[in-house]
C-alpha cells in the first residue's frame, strides 16, 4: 500500500470520530450561502476575503482535495459549476450527500493529486486547494498540474503548512522532531505516524510552496498567515500556515 492509500484510509477514520474538517455544512449554512452570507477557509482560523474570488457565478471551479462538504457546496450556492477531486472515499461521499439535500449538481472525483489531473488543458476559472498537500512528499508536480488546467487569467487559492508544526511534540512545548519530516525516508518516523494514527505527512519549506508556484509559471497576488487555531504556538499567535492568491 502506497502512503496516498494510507491517508486516504486514515482521513475516512478522522472524519468518521468527527474530525472539523471532515463533517458537512448544514442546510442552515448554505441557505445563508444563497442569501449572501458565507465564510470558506483555506487555513484553520481566517475566512478567506471575499475580494479573492470575484465573481463565481457561472465560473468552473476545482476544490483540489477538497472534499467533506464545506467549501464546494458555497461555491455551489454562489452560482458556480463544481468539480471536487479526493483521495478519502468518506469526503467524497460527504460531498454527494450535500449536493443530494440541497439539490444542486457536483462532479466529484476520487483521485490522487499526486497523479496528473484527470482534466484538460485550462479547464477551470478557479482552483481552490485548503491545506492538503502536507500529504504529499512532492508539491511541485501539483502545481504546474493546476497552472495546465486553469484558464488564462485563472486563479489558485492554496493553503499551506509552513513546516514548523511537525518540528514540535504533540504539546508543541518542545522541539523534538528535525526538518524537513519525511516519514518515508526515516523508518521510526514511518512506524511513529502509524502508531499514533497521523497519517503519512510531510513538511514543506515556502521554497517549495511559494517557489513552487512562482516556476510554475503563477504570479503571486495576495496572501496572509494565519495559527494553529489552538495549541502552545496559536497561544502565543505564531504563524505556522500561509494562504496564498495567485494568477495564471
Known sequence: MGYQEVNAGVIDGWCREGWEWGQPISHQVYQDALHG????????????????????????????????????????????RCTVLDYSPRQCESERLVAEREGYQVTVVQGDMTRPLPFED?????????????????????????YRVLKQGGLFLGGYDTGINYAFDDDEERITYSLP?????????YEASLRNDWGIQFSHTLEEQLGGQLQ?????????EDTNGQGNLHRHNIPSFIATRCAK
Not at 45 to 61: C, D, I, M, S, Y
Not at 181 to 189: G, R, S, T
Open 181 to 189: 519530516f519525511n516519514p518515508l525516508k526515516d523508518e521510526a518516523l
Open 122 to 146: 485550462e479547464a477551470f476559472d478557479l482552483i481552490f486547494h485548503p491545506v492538503s498537500n502536507c500529504y504529499v512528499e512532492e508539491v511541485r508536480p501539483i502545481f504546474r498540474e493546476c
Open 216 to 224: 510554475a509559471g503563477f504570479r503571486l497576488t495576495d496572501l496572509y
Open 37 to 80: 452570507r458565507w465564510e470558506v477557509y483555506l487555513t484553520p482560523t481566517k475566512p478567506v476575503p471575499h475580494a479573492w474570488f470575484g465573481e463565481l457565478a457561472g465560473k468552473r471551479v476545482l476544490g483540489l482535495a477538497s472534499g467533506g462538504g464545506q467549501q464546494i457546496p458555497i461555491f455551489s450556492a454562489l452560482g458556480a
